[in-house]
């Protein structure tokens, strides 16, 4: 029973290129959450999607980054023309579509900026 | 928004002793507290959460408890072992499907 996978695990970029994250839910979960986290910090949201659907994007910065789940295949973290400011760790987790259900992560992406 | 906050930022205990750590919470609206146990290099492990309906719930030597008026909740693990050595998250959150806010961690070392 497969978790939350994420890839790649770790990912280098130099400034100003575009950086691709990816997350495959649980079998079954069709809510998708994307966290950051800094080091020494706690998880902070971005984006909260349903397939096809972004449903809250209130922690996303409104420029460069972008988020995707569709109804085929993983969702995608996009972040174009990186900054030194955005290497950090990027947690996915998912849910169960039914009630109250707890949200399980991904071992994440650490995003490195040279 | 959601404010979260932990209490200590790092916590020894000696192996076979209880740990607890407490976190506070902000928004009245909250009703869903989960609680996440992070390794080096891995993702957040939920280990146990609690709605606003109940006060207290347990698994094996893991606990937690609700406090909705004074609008904290902790983390209470007994009997700990090395193993438990990791830094615990706790976070707060409508319920539902939605969002969370975490607080910034603890650091639990135990020393056998």
Redesign the interface.
Known sequence: NAGVMQNPRHLVRRRGQEARLRCSPMKGHSHVYWYRQLPEEGLKFMVYLQKENIIDESGMPKERFSAEFPKEGPSILRIQQVVRGDSAAYFCASSLDVGDQPQHFGDGTRLSIL | GEN?EQHPSTLSVQEGDSAVIKCTYSDSASN?F?W?KQEL??????II?I?SNVGEKKDQRIAVTLNKTAKHFSLHITETQPEDSAVY?C?AGP???????????NQVVVIP
């Open positions: 979260v869903y989960p996440y290099g891995k993702g957040p492990q939920l959460d709605r998250f976070a319920g539902g499907n939605n969002r969370l806010a975490f607080g910034k961690g």
